[in-house]
């Protein structure tokens, strides 16, 4: 570490002296903090990335996760307030319903228990991650807004990219409309203010689509030059504000060092690498919930619902929910009915359904820690084989040129005869899972023929060219995933006779500028152009069309036409998510991708065209505004609220634009 010297480098023992305002926490409790910051050294290099250092692999935590706080303390109390259910109670009403949606599935009392069942090596990790969130507001204490004291077992309560171990009501198929007004109706009193949303994305749909989606790109050894295997992971991951993944190294004398990306206020190393492999996770949607009609047809006994030939007892709780309001603090209960399959969210086609969901809090931490050590492929696949990995890939490469990705590995095994895409009719034992796939039951490829894989929240029949996994060999509800447009592009990018250098292999994945949206949109804009019937809109939009037709649908920042694109694509996306199919599905939400400008009622697509250059000269003067005098680059803080961006401060032209959704 001594040529590290040259950069900033600090120990926790050197923190500014013990704040008088700090929280009430124990003498025992401070000196233990103490004790384990004379173990850790955090040193940070020029750009501010934190290398931890300590002498067992809980040390190495604990002085990761105070860099964390260092870095975006706010962001961090943030995630937790909404892993606990507590948005409501901080930050008021309106997120009653997403707090009651997350207590359905798991609550402190689940998570406290699966702290429990871990080993004792587990145990200490958590230890750990909540000493150093609770050392870092002891010695600032006016940092911690809301939460006063952090436990072990509140790490278990969602971690990763879900956010909460909650399952998607949205992937199942319910909307938003649907399950609130359910679960509103289960109320004690009916003294509620309106609200709406369970998250942000459903008053502002571009929310959802601009935020969400990953990829994940890997190349064996016998594809590249070099016979080194390539991994990519997530190039679209926030470096500000919303979403924030922080740079990291932690590494100790029992043999821990990873380099990668946690998410914030987590210890795991979500995408990195070791010395030995690296690893990766895309979102996918695989069918790991179930919906299942709850008939209560016994007049004599309201819980008993219909069960095969018979039927079983459901169990109504009270789930009470606190909130602020400007009165105060309030509370509000709900009664709320459990099945045997999960409880009941929700109505379709007016019968209520419960909600059955897979997830295993103790083995889903235990593999993912497990991963920041894995030496070879044979340990990877003894990882896959606990099946925990509910909402997420695993791609995975090797320094023995090694690639393998698996599209699941929790997926229930079901009774191929029904439609899992759909609420069961009639719950039974013949509806009922039957464990999980295994490992080799789940679509998956090792060292493919083609020489690489690509996923991008997409169908995995198409992950690595003519080597992916055959779609006919597996139960249709393994993947009722949509094919997204960067799945295709990746696929066209790499499904060639071609050995990529390392350098051609970062070209391809983090410099394609190529919007293959457009390519399929604008043959029916032109055509659309070509037939209208209205004479002046055909005029107005005589330039700006020669200016689309002309146009190779590669961003650029002195582009014209990627401008025009992107605002036209903006007010589509808009008219198709509140008018023409909301995004109920995964597959909704992806199949706006393949829209025509035709599928749009009458001219609509043209006059969003001639409304964006309406826009635009009132704005700058002109239409023909070049890509990169719109999209900027600008450093925001992420501490406290966001900052909104600021013409007189320094920004920097940005060539990449979004792809939709």
């Not at 990877?380 to 023995?400: G, H, I, W």
């Amino acid at each position: 570490m001594k040529g590290l010297q040259l950069y900033s480098c600090i120990t926790l023992l050197l923190l500014s002296a013990v704040s008088s305002l700090a929280q009430e926490f124990t003498p025992a409790e401070i000196s233990d903090w103490e004790k384990r910051a004379a173990k850790v050294e955090i040193i940070r290099d020029k750009w501010g990335i934190p290398h931890v250092y300590g002498e067992k692999d809980e040390d190495a935590v604990f002085g990761m996760m105070y860099a964390q706080c260092e870095d975006d303390y706010w962001g961090i109390e943030q995630n937790f307030i909404g892993r606990l259910g507590r948005k409501s109670l901080y930050l008021g009403e309106e997120h009653l319903f997403s707090d009651l949606y997350e207590r359905l599935f798991i609550d402190s009392a689940k998570a406290a228990a699966g702290y429990q069942q871990l080993p004792r090596y587990y145990q200490g990790l958590l230890d750990a991650h909540a000493a150093a969130l609770n050392f870092y507001i002891y010695k600032n204490p006016s940092k911690a807004k809301y939460i006063k004291r952090y436990e072990p077992w509140m790490q278990l309560m969602g971690s990763g990219p879900m956010g909460s171990a909650a399952p998607s009501w949205a992937g199942a198929g319910l909307t938003n409309e649907t399950v609130i007004a359910y679960l509103r109706s289960r109320a004690v009193g009916k003294d509620m203010a309106p609200v709406t949303a369970f998250r942000k994305s459903y008053e502002d749909p571009l929310a959802e689509t601009q935020t969400m989606g990953s990829n994940a790109w890997g190349m064996g050894a016998s594809k590249t030059t070099s016979h080194h295997a390539f991994l990519l992971i997530n190039p679209h991951a926030s470096i500000s504000v919303n979403s924030l993944r922080l740079e990291v190294q932690m590494s100790s004398k029992e043999g821990l060092n990873v380099y990668g990306a946690p998410f914030t206020g987590d210890l795991i190393v979500w995408n990195g690498f070791n010395e030995n492999a690296g690893w990766a996770h895309t979102v996918q949607y695989s069918d790991q919930v179930d919906l299942y009609k709850v008939k209560f047809d016994d007049p004599k006994n309201p819980l008993a619902f219909r069960y095969g030939k018979g039927h079983q007892m459901a169990e109504e709780k009270l789930v009470s929910v606190k909130y602020n309001t400007k009165e105060g603090i309030k509370e509000k209960s709900f009664k709320i009915l459990f099945t045997t399959m999960g409880p009941v969210v929700g109505t379709v086609d007016g019968i209520p359904v419960a909600l059955k969901d897979t997830f295993n809090i103790v083995n889903y931490f235990m593999v993912n820690w497990d991963m920041h050590k894995v030496k070879n492929y044979d340990e990877f696949y003894k990882l896959v084989s606990l099946r925990a990995e509910k909402p997420n890939t695993f791609a995975y490469a090797d320094k023995q040129g090694t690639i393998a990705f698996w599209h699941s590995n929790a997926i229930p095994k079901r009774n191929p005869f029904y439609d899992w895409s759909k609420p069961i009719q009639e719950p039974g034992p013949d509806t009922d899972w039957k464990g999980l796939l295994s490992p080799e039951e789940s679509p998956h490829v090792v060292n493919p023929a083609s020489g690489y894989f690509q996923n991008a929240n997409s169908v995995p029949w198409n992950v690595s060219g003519s080597s992916s996994p055959n779609e006919q060999n597996y139960p249709a509800y393994v993947s009722y995933d949509p094919k997204s447009l960067r799945s295709i592009r990746g696929d066209r990018l790499m499904n060639n006779d071609k050995k990529f250098s390392f350098g051609q292999f970062e070209a391809i994945a983090l410099r394609d500028r190529y919007l293959l949206r457009f390519e399929l949109l604008f043959p029916s804009m032109f055509e659309l152009y070509a037939k209208t019937t209205n004479d002046s809109l055909k005029l107005s939009l005589q330039d700006p069309i020669a200016t689309l037709k002309k146009w190779d649908f590669y961003a650029d920042t002195n582009s014209v036409a990627t401008t025009l694109s992107v605002l036209l694509e903006e007010k589509l996306l808009a008219l198709y998510s509140r008018k023409m199919n909301p995004f109920n599905t995964s597959k909704e939400r992806y199949a706006y991708e393949f829209t025509r400008a035709t599928d749009f009622p009458g001219d609509t697509a043209l006059l969003f065209l001639k409304a964006v250059t309406d826009d635009l000269a009132r704005d700058f003067g002109t239409w023909q505004i070049p890509w990169g005098k719109i999209n900027r680059l600008q450093r925001i803080s992420a501490e406290g609220a966001h900052t909104e961006f600021n013409d007189s401060m320094p920004s920097f032209a940005v060539i990449a634009a979004p792809s939709f959704p």
